[in-house]
């Protein structure tokens, strides 16, 4: 005979869904795509951020911690400020540190320093200031002239060194300047391309510092929405003039070169400064690319310099930035590789990224790519679902698409300074496999719980039909069969409640003892019907023959229970068929089990089983009163009945009386008073449990 596996999966879950089901997820996985590659059109916040981070990761992983040959940083830091004096400095000690850097013969020098205030230890101040305020006219003798105003003292010495100004945009008011603010170099070209910000107001070096600076550049870092800055605009427009950043301008002036050109490709707009190239978006900002952390930035300090005791070659040639990472002058600035870089420092890296043609560039396609590679991505794992494909190998390929996207991300960074938008992509492709798992997931749960009640109604019509073999040769109307089975039910779902034996009565236990309770008396089949049928008391003899009932009941179950494999749930019928005549005692049958060694399946049957007999009509009897039928069985406590079960039983009294009610056996209703011809078998049900029925007629007792 076929085994039957009742643990086995349904067929087709393993495999996948329907078709239709699967086109749902092809469609669903296109929509996803779309949504979030026109999100990343949008640069939406989430889909930004993953970029950033991913750019990020490149940035770390490909630092060469190589030390910038072309740049070095005259720093101001905290032991010069100590040595020197606190900040601000007076204005002839900074022309004379830009005059000892001059002495080195450097290709550019740019000051990073801003100074829009005039320096009020100047002695032509003094002058002014003791006229103003006492009348007296302070006469300063064998002084230079050039030195009674530190202001233009610097000045002077920075027009002389062609030293890069600095100025600071302003974007959120506008201010009134009385001379035109220009940048001393000039751009074409492309201009129209570029969606450049507009400043409405400056903030430049004080006049006397200011007139004599020939070019200038801004100061303005733009960090993205988690702080971190990773780009710097290049180019700003302000009342019809570009002006570029002091990294710009002082590229521009270490190359001797006065003009910038703007030009548009595939990959986006680019500016051309004399032979190198650089890379800028539609807003004129340049991508940043750090080698290593700050340390691995050329500085000396500035006490250093000024003391002498630098070495000549670490200037010479180099193009020089002055400025400061003095923790109180607060010019820091968290980036991928370390969370506070000196501006300075920042203006270095983007001055040697320029030099050596590294700066980073985002392709104006990118966001479109992106887009494209989801969508394809999106179909490629829908194609798969469609194609019947199996959620782990979908998993795998998304795992392979993720891992060839950041392939693709390292070697467009490493080799080609491109940084490629992966986002959207990878993605896309995440949501897509979890979208298509929760479907899968969802599905194959209806499916189970379609399956698993399918299963519940093949056992049940399984034990109703092994029941119902019963009944043709039992005369019991089907009423006895479904309230003994709804007793069994109420009695162990109380022992569950009130926590005895609650270790056993599981959901699913009870569940099977509801099932498996009308199958207690299908071993009658195995009974001759001269027995079964007889209208009268039994012989000794025959008297042994019914009893094996219990016996023939079990094997009947158990030979079928043999062809299914898993979970068997025809134990519990097996073992309520063999042991619901057993009494707590040991003096039952047909094993003589004692106490506990019943099963508990058994115990709680046999006091549905002997209830039902005493308060309904049998052919030795009348139907005792619901009372009358409780104190006869309380008189068994502990002798055929467990106590426990029993005092449950008792506990839900009302229950009991409301299923006797509900399922009364209707052919008895209507031969009540006029007698009806019950078997032997009915006559076995009530003497069985060892009380003694009296009537007028008959006394009889097991």
Partial sequence: MRRVDARAQPPGIAAGQSRRQDLLLLVLGVLIAVAIGVAGLLRAAPIERLDNAALDTLMRATATGVSSPDTVVVDIDDVSLSAVGQWPWPRYRLAALVERIAAERPSAIALDVLLPEADRVSLADIQKTFQRDFGLDVAITG?????????????QAMSDAGVVGARYFYFDHATGETTPTRPGVGFEGALGALALDRAHGVLDNVGAIGAQTRVSGFVNMQVDGDGVL???????????????????????????????????????ASLIIGPHVVPIDRNGDALLRFDGPPADYASVSAVDVLAGRHTPEDL???????????????????TALRRAVSGSKVQSALIQNMFDGRVLRAPAWGAGAALAVGLLVALLQGGLLVAGRSLLTVATVTLGVLLGLGTLAFAGFEYLGFVLPIAVPALVASTVLIAASAIRFWAQQRHARRWR???????????????????????????????TQHYVRAIAQRLRDTGRYADVLTDAYIDLLFLSAPLHDIGKVGVPDHILLKPGPLTEAEWVLMRRHAEFGRTIILSTSRHIEGDNFLSVAAEIAATHHEKWDGSGYPAGLKGPAIPLSGRIMAVADVYDALVNRRCYKPPFPHAQAMAMMGDLRGTTFDPAVLDAFFEIEDEITRIAGEFRDEAAAAAAGGGAHVGSDAFYDGMDSGIGFATPALAVQD
């Fill in 143 to 155: 002084v230079p002239d050039g030195l009674l105003d530190n202001d233009g003292y610097l000045g």
């Fill in 230 to 268: 990773r780009r710097l605009p290049l180019l700003i427009e302000y009342r019809g003039v570009l002006h570029p950043s002091l990294a710009l301008a002082t590229t521009m002036q270490a190359l001797g070169v006065s003009s910038g050109q703007v030009v548009t490709g595939r990959d986006g």
């Fill in 316 to 334: 010479r040639g180099k193009v020089i930035v002055i400025g400061s990472s003095a923790v109180g002058l607060g010019d820091r600035h968290v």
């Fill in 453 to 483: 009640r399918q299963l519940e109604n093949a056992r049940q019509v399984t034990i109703e039909s092994m029941s119902t073999v019963a009944e043709t040769r039992d005369p019991e109307t089907g009423a006895h069969i479904k309230r």
